[in-house]
């Protein structure tokens, strides 16, 4: 069954997460999720710039991601995500926590962006930028994550082995 939610999901909503800086204070990352109901059901979400991360933005629709990291070129992960229910989500968490999301209520999956060789071909709402890599999603936990934010090298499985996951 369709809810009214589902018919009228919201097109803008802003949140606030906290981080831990380098020096373990907390800060605040600005994170704007846009759905396009008008094309389809796209996705766009913004997060500035913190810490040693780039302004980034990814758009994406139930079958295409494409993400831009500061001034390079874009990745393009042929890995969608379901847009509505992502837009619903943030209203929802919203809701619960308030603007100010903490730590705490957060859920986190940490990835990594193998790339390929192959030059991807983007058009519609998901054409946003002058040139485009191939990469594709490969999950890793939290203690990989602090290894290669240490500068660590860490191993991981052969990226064409992981099926896609929502993360």
Same mark, same amino acid.
Not at 60 to 88: E, H, Y
């Given at each position: 069954?369709?809810?009214?939610?589902?018919? /009228?999901?919201?097109?803008?909503?802003?949140?606030?997460?906290?981080?831990?800086?380098?020096?373990?204070?907390?800060?605040?990352?600005?994170?704007?999720? %846009?759905?396009? /109901?008008?094309?389809?059901?796209?996705?766009?979400?913004?997060?500035?710039?913190?810490?040693?991360?780039?302004?980034?933005?990814?758009?994406?629709?139930?079958?295409?991601?494409?993400?831009?990291?500061?001034?390079?070129?874009?990745?393009?992960?042929?890995? !969608?995500?379901?847009?509505?229910?992502?837009?619903?989500?943030?209203?929802?968490?919203?809701?619960?926590? =308030?603007?100010?999301?903490?730590?705490?209520?957060?859920? /986190?999956?940490?990835?990594? $962006?193998?790339?390929?060789?192959?030059?991807?071909?983007?058009? =519609?709402?998901?054409?946003?930028?002058?040139?485009?890599? %191939?990469?594709?999603?490969?999950?890793?936990?939290?203690?990989?994550?602090?290894? $290669?934010?240490? !500068?660590?090298?860490?191993?991981?499985?052969?990226?064409?082995?992981?099926?896609?996951?929502?993360?």
């Amino acid at each position: 069954a369709i809810t009214l939610n589902q018919c /009228r999901p919201p097109l803008r909503t802003e949140i606030v997460a906290e981080d831990l800086a380098e020096n373990g204070t907390t800060i605040s990352v600005k994170q704007v999720f %846009s759905y396009n /109901r008008d094309n389809g059901g796209s996705m766009k979400i913004e997060v500035e710039a913190h810490k040693d991360y780039e302004k980034s933005t990814m758009n994406f629709n139930d079958t295409t991601t494409v993400l831009q990291r500061g001034d390079g070129p874009c990745t393009v992960i042929n890995t !969608g995500f379901p847009t509505l229910q992502i837009a619903l989500d943030a209203a929802e968490i919203k809701k619960a926590h =308030g603007e100010q999301i903490s730590l705490q209520d957060q859920t /986190r999956q940490d990835v990594v $962006l193998v790339s390929s060789e192959e030059v991807p071909e983007v058009s =519609g709402e998901l054409d946003t930028c002058q040139n485009y890599t %191939s990469a594709t999603f490969l999950p890793i936990s939290s203690e990989q994550f602090e290894s $290669l934010n240490s !500068g660590d090298v860490i191993i991981v499985e052969d990226p064409l082995s992981v099926p896609p996951q929502y993360i």
